[in-house]
């Protein structure tokens, strides 16, 4: 793992004025309209209802109002200036492991910077908090440069070999201390249980992005031999036959059930579900992330 995170160009306001550079689309994506609408509470106040009209969007219709009178009436939002945003990043010991060029905490750092410049080019408050096995950085949603550095300063840290992962407790942490309903993004690679609950709790109150980091190797085994890995989290030692076709399968199997399983209790819990590999682009994966929602 590079020495910084963030990259490794010589100080954080330079690689903070290249990140900047990136961001231009990301957010002007984040800052659209109808990617807004579609977190419903998030940046729009009800403002009342009126009669549908041709090429409004049907998921803004009144149903108690339209069957009372007969005709189909939207509901009307009033649009707030302040996006608020809140990032919670897991760097958990399972976090700086990666089977490539790049470990999932490279990309959750990455993808954290690029939410917090483009917080900052909308004007729109950004906080955050950090954890591994204890919560290790805390901050309220601000808008100003100085908050913006702090966050990347934060982030380019690397973080303490502790076993754990304190992902519910940070999720109980951003409930307290979010005042202002927020935009959030949890971006960890949820192998640990017992945050389920606690997600909810926040997704009940605020607009919740899950952003699973994931590696080639969680979905494909190479054919290198019998291989012994290392549950990081656990200590626990593991035997994988990779020359075997039926376990290489199995292993496929295994992880396409896993997704679909988090996908699900992310779904079920109030959040929206996003993947994104160590392998991918991080701008490109969150660029067609919000391309995706306007769509939806």
Not at 6 to 20: F, G, M, T
Not at 248 to 257: F, I, K
């Amino acid at each position: 793992m590079a020495e910084n995170l963030i990259s490794d160009r010589e100080s954080l306001i330079k690689r903070a004025a290249v990140l900047r550079i990136t961001t231009t689309s990301l957010a002007s994506a984040m800052q659209n309209g109808t990617f807004r609408s579609l977190y419903h509470g998030q940046g729009i106040e009800f403002a009342g209802v009126r009669e549908y009209l041709r090429g409004d969007d049907v998921r803004t219709i009144d149903w108690n109002v339209t069957a009372r009178s007969g005709k189909p009436f939207v509901k009307l939002f009033d649009e707030e200036r302040e996006l608020q945003i809140f990032l919670i990043v897991d760097r958990s010991i399972s976090m700086q492991e990666g089977t490539k060029n790049k470990t999932r905490l490279e990309s959750a750092t990455e993808i954290a910077a690029l939410l917090t410049l483009s917080a900052e080019r909308n004007a729109n408050p950004v906080g955050a908090a950090l954890f591994s096995g204890d919560i290790e950085f805390a901050a309220k949603p601000k808008n100003s440069s100085n908050q913006t550095m702090l966050l990347l300063s934060r982030l380019d840290e690397q973080p303490p070999l502790r076993r754990g992962t304190a992902l519910a407790a940070a999720l109980q942490a951003a409930g307290k201390l979010l005042k202002k309903r927020s935009l959030v993004f949890v971006i960890s690679d949820f192998r640990a249980g017992g945050w389920e609950d606690a997600f909810a709790n926040l997704s009940a109150r605020h607009d919740t992005v899950a952003v699973r980091i994931t590696d080639s190797m969680d979905s494909s085994l190479p054919e290198i031999g019998s291989i012994t890995v290392r549950d990081s989290e656990t200590g626990l030692r593991k035997l994988f036959p990779t020359m075997s076709k039926t376990f290489r399968g199995q292993w496929r199997e295994d992880a396409a059930m896993r997704t679909k399983r988090w996908t699900d209790i992310v779904l079920r819990r109030g959040g929206v579900p996003l993947s994104i590999s160590t392998s991918e682009d991080p701008l490109s994966a969150l660029l067609n992330f919000f391309t995706q929602r306007e769509a939806v």
